[in-house]
């Protein structure tokens, strides 16, 4: 228990190198016109917005859990991590609020977001269950000159399944920050996940994941079956 909070503690301060531990994870959904295409859906009129607790961080040395009875999808996305506080902020201006950015996985459990769609709940179980939120290191922001022409890759068990540039965002950077602001502050160390490209797909146990962005950083997850 002890072990495991430290691990917890250590993996959440290793994405904050750069600030405070992150508060929040804010993601978009369904902003890739390359998704929306595979799935058959019209784009979003406006972003579509989801919670993650900060207790689904895990980083690269730890192991992404799957429920036994349960699917679970890869998702990989581009995370922003905001540098300065701000509230309904324009569009013109929101890339000044960027402190940096990571690789992340949204891993999401469709079983229980279809569980929830069904009841018209809320999705939170499906996106925000310990290990959820793969990440890598911290990226600087002056690494990535252009968030919206970065190219993301995803494979499992070394078969590409996911590869794309954010340039096929619906939404860019700045409109989903703005966005955002315009309903909750966004403090230093909040992590937004941008979307996911066309490809996600499900994880069964002993599964490699391994993605990567731009030339800057690659990643590699494991999965293991939990109780349901
Ligand atoms: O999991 C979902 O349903 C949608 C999502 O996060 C994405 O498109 O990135
Ligand atoms: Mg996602």
Redesign the pocket.
């Known amino acids: 228990m002890a072990s495991s909070l430290v691990s917890k503690m250590a993996s959440r301060a290793h994405l904050s190198n750069f600030s405070e531990v992150g508060r929040k994870i804010v993601?978009?959904?369904?902003?890739?016109k390359s998704?929306a295409h595979d799935l058959k859906v019209p784009h979003p009129a406006k972003p579509i917005i989801f919670l993650k607790a900060t207790s689904s961080y895990i980083n690269v040395g730890q192991v992404i859990e799957v429920p036994k009875a349960e699917t679970v999808?890869y998702?990989v996305?581009l995370g922003v991590v905001i540098g300065k506080k701000c509230k309904r902020i324009s569009e013109a201006n929101a890339l000044d609020y960027i402190g940096g950015y990571c690789l992340a996985l949204?891993m999401?459990n469709v079983t229980q977001?279809g569980n929830a769609k069904k009841m018209s709940a809320p999705w939170d179980l499906g996106k925000t269950f310990d290990t959820a939120c793969p990440v890598s290191k911290f990226i600087p922001k002056e690494s990535i000159k252009n968030p919206d022409d970065v190219k993301l890759w995803l494979k499992l068990n070394g078969n590409v399944k996911q590869e794309e540039s954010t340039s096929d965002m619906i939404f860019s950077t700045s409109q989903l920050i703005s966005y955002v602001s315009q309903f909750m502050t966004l403090e230093p160390g909040d992590l937004l996940?941008t979307?996911?490209p066309s490809g996600v797909g499900p994880v069964r146990p002993n599964d490699v994941l391994e993605c990567g962005l731009n030339d800057l950083v690659t990643m590699t997850f494991s999965v293991r079956a939990v109780e349901s």
């Open positions: 993601g978009a959904a369904l902003n890739y998704l999808n998702e996305e949204d999401t977001i996940l979307g996911s």
